[in-house]
């Protein structure tokens, strides 16, 4: 297995620059935000982010991600972080409830994380050939099924230290998929949860693996995008 490393190893000089003025930037953000949502403590993914004792290297991957997002534009990359964090509070990503919300046993065979790539990133699988539209999505809704994979996204991105690894790689599993498995619920939280991981989740996604792909996956793809 190699080493895997996080892409803050390789900045150059301008922009470790770059960085470094973004993490004096965020002083007021994360002022802002603690006044709107009386929180003392800032963390995300188990990263510490407010107050600054001393800046780790894994608080400055995780401000990087935002910056590396918004192509290094410190002003784009400030309203990204702040709007996140008002979505993690609102949502309550954060909070023991959301980890550990219990779903119906359908969503047992259609994702979980399991393993390790080859440079130790914690591996997400999204099955989608059991998926049974009634259960995941009760009378068409699509929220149910979004609070689960976003606990899947959150669980995954706990296993990372921000030290040696920063993201996660996705295997879709489309064995056993038809094209009942891909109806108006599935292509509608498909489209949130796309909007959502780029919105709230920058440079999460090491690489994403496609298997088992049926034939008309070529339509459906065409109809998501």
Known sequence: ???AVCAIDSFN???MELLQQFER???????TFKKESKQEEISMWNVPLWPVVESSKARKVILSKFLRARNWNLDEAGDQLLSTLRWRK???VESHSFLTEEFPKAFDDIGR???RDKQNNPVVYNIYGPVQPDEVFPKGSTIQFVRWRLQLMERSLRLLDYENNECCTQVHDYQGATMLSFNSSVKKASRELIKIFQDYYPETLCRKFFIHVPSFFGTIYNLLS
């Open 25 to 31: 930037k965020t002083e007021g953000i994360f002022e």
């Open 90 to 92: 609102q949502l309550g």
């Open 13 to 15: 000089d301008s922009q």
């Open 113 to 115: 994380v399991y393993g």
């Open 1 to 3: 297995m190699s080493a």
